[in-house]
């Protein structure tokens, strides 16, 4: 009724709120250009199109055709690519659709362990168990947190897997797919790179390039490091005729029918932006997440690879397990209005009470943070977790900091309210 539906508006709101008075560092989180947000109270999101531009079900697509090949293109452009497929709806819809194009029930593929970083898509309780695909774990190089190179090779020789699947959800450092390409090469298998936490940084070129090291297909997320809706993206280079066909039709009318018009159009006016401005905000995420690993490590936090720069991307990890835990260190950041998630370190075996968290810079860096900022940052994360100052008195810390990084920038109309509530009645 409508006291119910005004205090469900009113809880969002307070939301919006909080967030505008908080530290964003959730790894897999960013926020949107004014552009892109306002296509998401568009008509587009309330239509359906199934199928491809020119071959829809529907009527009524005169317009979202035009935007769909369009997005399509400035993919095409953006990523170097030949294939481009903007209809899954997330990053695990996405990753679901690769696995009914590519496996068959009963098949093994090669994957990262979860307590490695993996995304629970690829765990047997997750989309890859659905399928029915069995999994074999590349070893592990925990000093260097990536696979370990000559491992994978024996372990890719020995398996030979129809398909070679990378990517993580807390993914420091590039995957050596060049040092592996070789084995690629030699068993055939089908390669696939989840590039949902890194789709913003190979956008603006200062990660890898999968699509150019050898790998076939791409499945991601698009509002990670890449700003865009919250929405999925297929990426393919080299592929044969049979294997787009099979993609095309994994996602439709495999997992799924409408496609969220209004996420697909908020995606390619995304794509747009990032042509003229990943280049500057991707450098930037990485610079930051230098910068706060090397801030955290000066005040004695436990940053992981410490020789090795702590990152190439826009995360970092910090082991917690001294100073309480990753789950009692988030809980109390978050009462700080810092908010950040526990994390699974290698050689954790609980997802509830790990011993890390995961810090992520990308949307720091999209409302205006630099360098002295992560150092501030270092600072308020420090009070909380080790020193153990009271979160509340830290939170008016906080919000002061705040209060100058609320607008987005690296897009058309920057400077616009970054978690502004659009009111329309
Ligand atoms: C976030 C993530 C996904 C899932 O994306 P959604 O859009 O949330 O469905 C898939 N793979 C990896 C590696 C991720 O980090």
New binding site residues.
């Given amino acids: 009724m409508k006291d119910d539906a005004y205090w469900i508006r009113d809880q969002v709101k307070a939301h919006n709120k909080w967030f505008e008075e908080s530290i964003p560092t959730i790894a ?1 989180e960013n926020v949107m250009s004014p552009l892109a947000k306002e296509m998401m109270i568009s008509d587009f999101h309330d239509r359906y199109a199934e199928g491809m531009p020119g071959k829809r079900y529907y009527q009524g697509n005169i317009y979202v055709d035009k935007v769909e090949n369009k997005c399509m293109e400035l993919g095409q452009k953006l990523f170097g690519c030949s294939f481009v497929d903007v209809r899954p709806t ?4 996405a ?1 679901m659709a690769v696995l009914f194009a590519l496996c068959e029930p009963g098949d093994t593929i090669t994957t990262t362990a979860l307590a490695n970083g ?2 629970i ?2 765990a047997q309780f997750g989309a890859v168990g659905l399928r029915g695909v069995k999994t074999i774990n590349y070893p592990w190089d925990q000093e260097k947190m990536t696979i370990d190179v000559d491992g994978a090779r024996k372990l890719l020789l020995e398996s030979r897997p129809k398909v070679a699947q990378f ?3 807390l ?1 420091l450092f590039p995957v050596p797919l060049k040092e592996l390409r070789p084995t690629f090469d030699e068993i055939g298998c089908t390669v696939w790179y ?1 590039a ?2 890194v789709l913003g940084l190979i956008a603006g070129g200062q990660f890898q390039d999968p699509l150019h090291e050898g790998v076939h297909v791409v ?1 991601s ?1 698009t ?2 490091t890449f700003p865009g809706p ?1 929405h ?1 993206i297929l990426l393919g280079n080299n592929l044969t005729d049979d294997l787009e066909k099979r993609l095309r039709r994994a996602v439709f009318p495999g997992v799924t029918s409408s496609h969220h018009l209004h996420s697909m159009a908020g995606l390619a006016i995304t794509m747009a932006e990032m042509e003229e401005f990943g280049k500057t905000y991707a450098a930037q995420i990485v610079r930051n997440s230098q910068a706060l690993g090397q801030a955290l490590h000066e005040l004695g936090m436990d940053v992981l690879c410490p020789n090795l720069g702590f990152t190439k991307s826009h995360t970092i990890a910090v082991n917690v397990s001294k100073v309480g835990g990753g789950d009692q260190v988030a809980k109390d950041l978050e009462a700080a209005n810092i908010i950040t998630n526990k994390n699974m370190l290698p050689g954790d075996e609980s997802s509830i009470r790990p011993s890390g968290i995961r810090i992520g810079t990308q949307e720091m860096t999209r409302i205006g943070m630099k360098e002295s900022e992560m150092k501030e940052v270092a600072r308020l994360i420090h009070k909380v977790a080790v020193k153990k100052e009271k979160p509340e008195d830290v939170k008016q810390e906080v919000k002061e900091l705040k209060k100058h990084f609320i607008t987005v920038q690296y897009c058309y109309g920057a400077g616009a309210p970054a978690y502004k509530y659009h009111d329309l009645i």
Avoid at 90 to 93: P, Q, R
């Fill in positions: 897999s997330s990053g695990t819809v990753n993996a995304h898509s690829t990517g993580l959800s993914f989840d949902a936490h499945s997320s509002h990670k919250n999925g």
